[in-house]
């Protein structure tokens, strides 16, 4: 599932997708991740439904979990900005504090904030606590 592009073309966008595996009536769980290129979100789509088609030849209960672009402004895509919070404890009430903002690019907020979720834990000062206040599509 690669793509090659030739001198002096415009690069082909990256996309990674979560794949995922049910057995039985249990919840399925992350099985693997594919990286590979795709010229925009429809492409991608339809590339890795074929991977999932594929797959579920030989046996069945695989799906696609998120399906995230690694190249930014990718055909198809948004930008997005997720603000993190916590919420502290001040006498008798909780009080809100932003913590952290993240800019992403997704196709749509839905899957903003589970990219933004999955990056969040990468960074080096994340703490369990922190809560998306809010995503919002950037101009």
């Known amino acids: 599932m690669g793509a090659t592009t030739s001198p002096g073309a415009a690069a082909i966008p990256s996309w990674e997708a979560t794949l995922l595996r049910r057995e039985g009536s249990a919840r399925p769980k992350v099985a693997g991740r594919i990286q590979f290129d795709a010229a925009n979100l429809a492409a991608a789509t339809q590339a890795i439904e ?6 579920c030849e030989s046996e069945d209960g695989w799906s696609l979990g998120l399906l ?27 009080q809100r504090r932003d913590v952290h903002e993240m800019d992403v690019w997704a196709p749509d907020a839905g899957t903003a904030r589970r990219i933004a979720h999955q990056e969040i834990q990468k960074v080096g000062a994340y703490q369990p606590a922190w809560r998306i206040r809010r995503v919002r599509r950037e101009a």
């Open 50 to 55: 074929k991977e999932i088609a594929k797959r």
């Open 68 to 94: 995230k672009p690694l190249t930014p402004n990718a055909p198809g895509t948004h930008p997005y900005r997720a603000v993190f919070a916590v919420w502290e404890a001040e006498g008798d009430r909780f």
